[in-house]
C-alpha cells in the first residue's frame, strides 16, 4: 500500500502506527511526493492512517506492484537523460550495436545514428548469451569505448549490467543502466541498480507476464527510483517464424496499467533485420514511448546478432518514418 504523506508533514507519526501494526514500511520520495510503502496489506492499519493529519491518501493498488502503478500516481512519468526523453509526449530511439566490439566499431556507428537523430546510445559491454561459447562482451575496456563515443557525439550511453559486479562501474560511466530480458527477476540486480539512482531500462523477461514486469519495476523503485523504463522485447511461444514473438498488446496494457515510460525492442523478436521496421512502426503506432534499435556499422561482421543489426542507412530510413508517425500521432522527439 502506498501512504501519500501532506507536504511538509512528518512521517513519524505514520511510521509509528505501522510498526505497532507489525507492517514493513519503507520512506521514499518519489516524483517529490513524500510517501510510505507499507506491506503486508493485512498489517497496514489503513483506517487509522486515511484519518491521520499527516495523511493525503492511502492507496491500495491492484496487483502485487504498488509504486508503478497508476493508482497513486495517474499522470505520465517522463524519464530523461542527456537529451533523450520518454514519455509524457516525448518519444526518443536507442540506437547501436548489440555489443560494443572495438572502438573502431563503436565510434563509427555512433556517429552514424547520431547523424541519423537517435537520442541515445546503446552497446553491450557484458553480454547475456545462451551459449557459454558466444561472444560474451570486452567488459570494461567497452565501457571505455562507449565512454569516449559519448564525449564525440553527446549522445548518452545506455549499457546493461549483467550482474550486481558491473553496477558500481556503470554508476560511474553509464547514463542509463539496462536491465536484459534474462535478468528480469534478478532481485539482488534490481535492487542494486535502484540504489544507484541512475534511470533504469527494465526489459520483459521472454517468459513473464506483464504484472511480473510491474513488479521488477517495483524492486527497483523500492530503492527510491523513479527513472524507470519499460521495455517490451519480445516473449517465447510455439511460432518459429520470428525470434521471440512481438507482443504488441504490451505497450498499451503497460501504459494502462502503469505510469512509467513503456519503450519497444523490434529487433531482438524480429531476430531478422527485415522485420525490425515493420515492428519499430507497430510499436509507435501502439503507444510507445520510443525504441531501442540494434544498429551496426558492419552488421556483417557483428559478433552477436548479426542478422537482425540494420544498416546505418537502414536506420536513417526508420527513423525518417518513425519521426513522421510520431507528429502525426500529436507527440514530438526532443
Ligand atoms: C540486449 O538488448 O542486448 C539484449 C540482450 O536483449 P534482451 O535482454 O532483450 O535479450
Ligand atoms: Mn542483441
Avoid at 501494526?21 to 487509522?48: C, H, N, Q
Avoid at 535478468?183 to 506483464?210: C, D, E, H, S, Y
Amino acid at each position: 500500500m502506498i501512504i501519500v504523506l501532506r507536504s511538509g508533514e512528518s512521517a513519524s507519526e505514520v511510521e509509528g502506527l505501522l510498526s505497532d501494526a507489525g507492517a514493513e514500511y519503507r520512506r521514499l520520495v518519489l516524483y517529490d511526493r513524500d510517501l510510505v510503502v507499507a506491506w503486508p496489506e493485512r498489517s497496514v492499519p489503513a483506517e487509522k492512517l486515511t484519518n491521520h493529519p499527516a495523511v493525503e491518501a492511502v492507496v491500495k493498488a491492484p496487483g502485487a506492484y504498488q509504486l508503478s502503478s497508476r493508482a497513486w500516481k495517474p499522470d505520465d512519468t517522463k524519464v530523461s537523460f542527456g537529451g533523450a526523453v520518454f514519455g509524457g509526449g516525448y518519444v526518443s530511439i536507442i540506437a547501436g550495436p548489440c555489443s560494443a566490439e572495438s572502438r573502431e566499431q563503436v565510434l563509427e556507428t555512433a556517429r552514424h545514428v547520431k547523424k541519423a537523430g537517435a537520442h541515445a546510445l546503446r552497446g553491450g559491454c557484458w553480454k547475456p548469451r545462451t551459449s557459454p561459447y558466444s561472444f560474451q562482451g570486452w567488459g570494461p575496456k567497452a565501457l571505455e569505448w562507449m565512454a569516449e563515443a559519448r564525449e564525440e557525439t553527446g549522445l548518452p550511453i545506455v549499457v546493461e549490467a549483467l550482474s550486481t559486479d558491473n553496477v558500481p562501474l556503470l554508476e560511474a560511466k553509464a547514463d542509463c543502466i539496462q536491465i536484459g530480458a534474462r535478468n528480469m527477476q534478478n532481485t539482488p540486480l534490481l535492487r542494486a541498480v535502484g540504489k544507484t539512482g541512475k534511470p533504469v531500462l527494465l526489459k520483459r523477461g521472454f517468459g513473464n507476464t506483464i504484472d511480473e514486469l510491474l513488479c521488477s519495476a517495483d524492486y527497483v523503485m523500492l530503492e527510491g527510483c523513479g527513472s524507470v523504463i519499460l521495455c517490451e522485447r519480445g516473449i517465447r511461444s510455439y511460432e518459429r517464424s520470428t525470434r521471440f514473438t512481438f507482443d504488441i498488446s504490451a505497450i498499451p496494457v503497460l501504459k494502462k496499467k502503469s505510469h512509467l515510460p513503456v519503450i519497444a525492442d523490434p529487433s531482438h523478436p524480429a531476430g531478422d533485420k527485415s522485420l525490425v521496421e515493420p515492428l519499430a512502426l507497430a510499436a509507435l503506432a501502439a503507444g510507445a514511448d520510443g525504441l531501442i534499435v540494434e544498429v551496426h556499422a558492419w552488421p556483417e561482421k557483428a559478433l552477436s546478432d548479426s542478422k537482425q543489426q540494420l544498416t546505418p542507412r537502414e536506420f536513417q530510413e526508420l527513423m525518417e518514418k518513425a519521426r513522421l508517425l510520431v507528429e502525426a500521432l500529436g507527440r514530438r522527439m526532443p
